[in-house]
């Protein structure tokens, strides 16, 4: 119950995030890159269509890193990765999506 005006609040379950990321390596060397989910709130999983591809992550402890996806990106090279997730019951958000060197 939303605890000013006594109405229902269902939270964001229901709601469908659709994230564009821009990975880019500016770079005279490839480098590799992970996405990975970081559950800060408690336990989490959820289920992530991630550049067309379906990815389930089961249940996973708070402050434990899950890896979503990898890339290899060439010298000078530029990538869009589209993302699409939403909350599953039982989870604990917000979670954290980590995008960081390999």
């Not at 939270?11 to 989910?37: F, Q, W």
């Amino acid at each position: 119950m939303e605890a000013r005006t006594g109405e229902p609040n269902p939270g964001n379950y229901g709601v469908l995030y659709k994230i564009r990321l821009e990975l880019t390596n500016p770079g005279y060397d490839e480098k590799a890159v992970r996405i990975s989910l970081f559950p800060t709130a408690g336990v989490a999983r959820g289920a992530f269509v991630i550049d067309g591809k379906r990815v389930n992550v089961p249940i996973t402890p708070p402050y434990e890193e899950v890896v979503l996806a990898s890339y290899r990106l060439p010298s000078g090279s530029r990538r869009i990765v589209e993302i699409l997730t939403t909350p599953e019951g039982g989870s604990y958000y917000p979670v954290n999506l980590i995008v960081k060197p390999e």
